[in-house]
């Protein structure tokens, strides 16, 4: 049975449809093949996030610097909410490096004095 799913590698936002042997329809561009491919064989995200700064109110923006497997998502999150970092950070200066074995690094996404 054929499965579609929406591309999500560009705004354009294509509908795909990928055949049970495999070949991938719907979308406008070559990008949305291997999209389509990872899709149904492991989803995979970059966790975009917000951790406490010890001392601060305001949160740091951090993502991760690869995409993870989306099982992985949530234990990541609960990882990060329980996080606190100390300032100074520089931009994409590693804060966690190989976050739960997921082969991803979690990386400050601005600044912080
Ligand atoms: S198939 Fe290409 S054009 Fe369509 S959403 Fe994916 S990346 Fe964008």
């Known amino acids: 049975m ?3 799913l929406t591309c999500l ?6 509908q795909l449809e ?3 042997d495999l070949v991938v329809t719907g979308n406008f561009c070559p990008r949305g093949i291997p999209y389509a491919l990872q899709e149904i064989k492991e989803p995979k995200r970059t ?3 917000l951790v406490k ?8 923006p951090v993502r991760t610097d690869v995409a993870v497997n989306k099982s992985l998502i949530f234990p990541i999150v609960e990882y990060l909410n ?3 970092i100390k300032a100074p950070v520089t ?23």
Do not use: H
Request: hydrophobic letters at 35%; a positive charge.
């Open 18 to 20: 990928v055949s049970d």
């Open 2 to 4: 054929s499965k579609r």
């Open 82 to 84: 329980k996080l606190v």
């Open 47 to 49: 966790l975009t996030y």
């Open 91 to 113: 931009f994409n200066e590693i804060l966690v490096e190989n976050i739960l074995n997921s082969g991803a690094n979690i990386i400050a996404s601005r600044p912080r004095r």
């Open 53 to 60: 700064v010890e001392g601060q109110k305001e949160p740091l």
């Open 9 to 14: 590698v560009c705004p354009r936002g294509c």
